[in-house]
């Protein structure tokens, strides 16, 4: 069993940057590929980005490449969600998952997060 709980988000201006975090419990943490999802107010959730149990694999949605980088402490059962140069179109509710490998299908996911607001302001 794992629990995961998101952190970081708020209001930014477009342009700016916020790291949202991802804090798991579970001494089985280290095991788990762990992936960021978003979901804007009237459209469906979406995959951002993923990473693999060591941290060695990663995957971006196309729409973030280059601006958002997805990175994992074991020691400390977190992962991060650098975000920079971000746009309006980067406002959702962002979403931590752990599942037992690194995939960018949301329904292979186990654990989920409750979300956390991000808003960019123009």
């Known amino acids: 069993q794992v629990q995961v709980v998101e952190s970081g988000g708020g209001l930014v201006q477009a342009g700016g940057s916020l790291r949202l975090s991802c804090a798991a419990s579970g001494r089985t943490f280290s095991s788990y590929g762990m992936g960021w999802f978003r979901q804007a107010p009237g459209k469906e959730r979406e995959f951002v980005a993923a990473i693999s149990w060591s941290g060695a694999s990663i995957r971006y949605a196309d729409s973030v490449k280059g601006r958002l980088t997805v990175s994992r402490d074991n020691a400390n059962n977190t992962v991060y969600l650098q975000m920079n140069s971000l746009k309006r179109e980067d406002t959702a509710v962002y979403y931590c998952?752990?599942?037992?490998?690194?995939?960018?299908?949301?329904?292979?996911?186990?654990?989920w997060g409750q979300g956390t607001q991000v808003t960019v302001s123009s």
């Open positions: 998952a752990a599942g037992s490998y690194l995939t960018t299908i949301a329904n292979d996911y186990n654990y």
